[in-house]
């Protein structure tokens, strides 16, 4: 499994790396506090399989990595020559480092 550090993927969304974004979590955590992407929760990931953009990279989040990771296992073998990131602590790890909540 790929991970992407806070600070990479922060400097990623600053440059405009062509990458897509995908938030994993429950719609009440998302409305707490997100940093963008497209909205699919985890529950859901294997029926929106064509909102996945297999050109590009796919970084995945959630609240502290383990549901991102495991978006990852179920989509990889579906999407094998994609480059998926799982954000490595996920939303906990983002407000701890860019002192936020």
Known sequence: MNYIEPNE???WIDNGQDFQLIDVREDYERAQ???GGLWI???EIMEHLDQID???????YCKM???SGIALQRLEPRFPSTTF????GGMEAWKKIFKLG
């Open 85 to 88: 990131y799982n954000l490595k």
């Open 9 to 11: 993927l922060k400097s």
């Open 33 to 35: 506090f997100n940093i």
């Open 65 to 67: 990595g383990i549901r």
């Open 54 to 60: 297999a050109s590009k990279p796919v970084v995945f």
């Open 41 to 43: 929760p985890l529950p």
